[in-house]
């Protein structure tokens, strides 16, 4: 196995100053060569530390990348730790010298110190920095070190990273992944399948997120068909289970597949939001090409707008309130009526944390979807306790959306 670990450097990843983007960044972009990482380590800016860390993580990892610390100025320590761990002599590196001085003719200050590395590195050209790349030691480099700045340590890795990664672990066997995304379901719903079709041979990874799960499978394989065909017992029996909740997309977002299934099925969507204040509109329109199917949305807050815009009876709102499910029947039947929209979504409640009631506390949220001319599922979306504000919006734009999709459009296309 190919045991790849990251050690951030930086005192400011550690008191939360600086979010730690750089692992997940060469995280991602060694598992697009199908290479894994098997640890994320964040230091401080302290020799000892990071002299001992490094240790570890060369004795039990083949390779180790770090970031950061690899500046001029007196924080900067990496390089003079991996200098004195190879048991190397920092020396001026005349070529990558003279290349500062060409490239920074202005700016003369510091380039001594930034070509002068370990004499048993490898040097990898920073093409946007003065901060080269390090790898240790030169015969079979084991230790790579990037600057911390993420443009610089991006570029480096690109450049110089990805191809020696891909030269170095030119293996028979690589690593596959899949992605299934539901939508309406929980953890919960899904573990007594998985839990059946656990293998050492595939690693399975469940990540849910607010009204929706991605089930994640990971396999070694010399080529695709035969991961696909690892992974297809288990992919065929989560299909037959829950093919209603299952949405294709290629970035797990639920609005891309109804994107895709309403604008192929040539189909089109209306909605009428309260408390969701245009969030699912939001959503929807952060796809490019939701022109073609989605018409808009009445974001019709108050009393006074559902009435006159969507003309939600007036007796309806006094009689019911607008938190009811009188209340979105004309909502959608008003957005219905006035676009000639195919599909629509009417969505009214209390997002909170003010104007709940006994009867209607806090996160009492209706929702009307359906087909014009057809009778609409109504109901409440069940939020489980959830009390935040912003949450409570996302949650049910997100549930509202799922409805849609798995009881609605799935299987319209
Ligand atoms: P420089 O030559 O600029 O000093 P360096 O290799 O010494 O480069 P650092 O001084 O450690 O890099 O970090 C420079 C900046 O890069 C930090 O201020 C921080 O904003 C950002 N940075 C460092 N490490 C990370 C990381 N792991 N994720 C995201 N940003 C980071
Ligand atoms: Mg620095």
Redesign the pocket.
Same mark, same amino acid.
């Given at each position: 196995m190919s045991e790849i670990e990251i050690i951030?450097? #930086?005192s400011? *990843?550690l008191t939360g100053? =600086?979010?730690?983007?750089? @692992? @997940?960044?060469i995280s991602q972009k060694l598992r697009q060569i199908g290479l894994s990482v098997v640890r994320h380590t @964040?230091l401080s %800016?302290n020799a000892e530390i990071l002299k001992k860390e490094l240790q570890i993580a060369l004795h039990r990892s083949e390779i180790v990348i770090t970031?950061? #610390?690899? #500046?001029? =100025?007196f924080? %900067?320590i990496?390089k003079r730790v991996a200098n004195s761990l190879f048991q190397s002599s920092l020396i001026l590196n005349d070529k990558y010298y003279r290349d500062l001085q060409k490239r920074y003719k202005k700016f003369s200050r510091d380039l001594k110190e930034?070509a002068t590395v370990p004499s048993n590195a490898v040097v990898f050209v920073n093409p946007i920095? =003065? @901060?080269p790349g390090l790898a240790l030691p030169k015969e079979h480099p084991r230790l790579l070190m *990037?600057?911390?700045?993420?443009k610089?340590?991006e570029a480096l890795l690109e450049q110089s990273i990805l191809p020696f990664l891909k030269k170095r672990f030119r293996k028979e066997e690589k690593c596959f992944e899949k992605e299934l995304h539901f939508c309406l379901l929980w953890e919960n719903d899904l573990h007594p399948i998985l839990k059946k079709f656990r293998s050492p041979k595939i690693d399975i990874g469940i990540y849910p997120e607010y009204a929706t799960v991605t089930v994640v499978l990971r396999t070694q394989a010399k080529i695709k068909q035969i991961a696909e065909a690892a992974f297809a017992p288990l992919v065929r029996k989560l299909k037959a289970h829950f093919q209603a909740y299952l949405y294709e997309s290629k970035n797990g977002r639920l609005e891309e597949a109804i994107c895709e299934q309403l604008t192929k099925a040539k189909q089109t969507l209306v909605l009428a939001e309260s408390c969701t204040g245009g969030a699912i509109s939001a959503r929807l329109t952060s796809i490019s090409g939701s022109s073609k199917y989605f018409f808009g949305s009445f974001v019709t807050y108050s009393d006074r707008l559902k009435h006159s815009i969507l003309h939600v009876s007036k007796e309806t709102l006094k009689k019911h309130g607008a938190v009811s499910k009188e209340t979105v029947q004309e909502m959608l039947e008003g957005a219905f009526h006035l676009t000639g929209a195919d599909y629509g979504i009417a969505v009214s409640g209390i997002a909170g944390p003010t104007g709940g009631t006994v009867k209607k506390p806090v996160g009492t949220i209706w929702f009307a979807i359906g087909k014009r001319k057809e009778k609409p599922d109504i109901g409440l979306i069940p939020l489980m306790g959830i009390q935040k504000r912003d949450v409570i919006i996302q949650y049910a734009s997100t549930y509202a959306l799922g409805l849609l999709f798995s009881r609605w459009i799935n299987t319209i296309y």
């Amino acid at each position: 196995m190919s045991e790849i670990e990251i050690i951030s450097i #930086g005192s400011e *990843l550690l008191t939360g100053k =600086t979010i730690n983007t750089n @692992a @997940a960044f060469i995280s991602q972009k060694l598992r697009q060569i199908g290479l894994s990482v098997v640890r994320h380590t @964040a230091l401080s %800016d302290n020799a000892e530390i990071l002299k001992k860390e490094l240790q570890i993580a060369l004795h039990r990892s083949e390779i180790v990348i770090t970031t950061g #610390g690899l #500046g001029p =100025t007196f924080d %900067d320590i990496s390089k003079r730790v991996a200098n004195s761990l190879f048991q190397s002599s920092l020396i001026l590196n005349d070529k990558y010298y003279r290349d500062l001085q060409k490239r920074y003719k202005k700016f003369s200050r510091d380039l001594k110190e930034q070509a002068t590395v370990p004499s048993n590195a490898v040097v990898f050209v920073n093409p946007i920095g =003065t @901060a080269p790349g390090l790898a240790l030691p030169k015969e079979h480099p084991r230790l790579l070190m *990037l600057p911390g700045v993420p443009k610089e340590m991006e570029a480096l890795l690109e450049q110089s990273i990805l191809p020696f990664l891909k030269k170095r672990f030119r293996k028979e066997e690589k690593c596959f992944e899949k992605e299934l995304h539901f939508c309406l379901l929980w953890e919960n719903d899904l573990h007594p399948i998985l839990k059946k079709f656990r293998s050492p041979k595939i690693d399975i990874g469940i990540y849910p997120e607010y009204a929706t799960v991605t089930v994640v499978l990971r396999t070694q394989a010399k080529i695709k068909q035969i991961a696909e065909a690892a992974f297809a017992p288990l992919v065929r029996k989560l299909k037959a289970h829950f093919q209603a909740y299952l949405y294709e997309s290629k970035n797990g977002r639920l609005e891309e597949a109804i994107c895709e299934q309403l604008t192929k099925a040539k189909q089109t969507l209306v909605l009428a939001e309260s408390c969701t204040g245009g969030a699912i509109s939001a959503r929807l329109t952060s796809i490019s090409g939701s022109s073609k199917y989605f018409f808009g949305s009445f974001v019709t807050y108050s009393d006074r707008l559902k009435h006159s815009i969507l003309h939600v009876s007036k007796e309806t709102l006094k009689k019911h309130g607008a938190v009811s499910k009188e209340t979105v029947q004309e909502m959608l039947e008003g957005a219905f009526h006035l676009t000639g929209a195919d599909y629509g979504i009417a969505v009214s409640g209390i997002a909170g944390p003010t104007g709940g009631t006994v009867k209607k506390p806090v996160g009492t949220i209706w929702f009307a979807i359906g087909k014009r001319k057809e009778k609409p599922d109504i109901g409440l979306i069940p939020l489980m306790g959830i009390q935040k504000r912003d949450v409570i919006i996302q949650y049910a734009s997100t549930y509202a959306l799922g409805l849609l999709f798995s009881r609605w459009i799935n299987t319209i296309y």
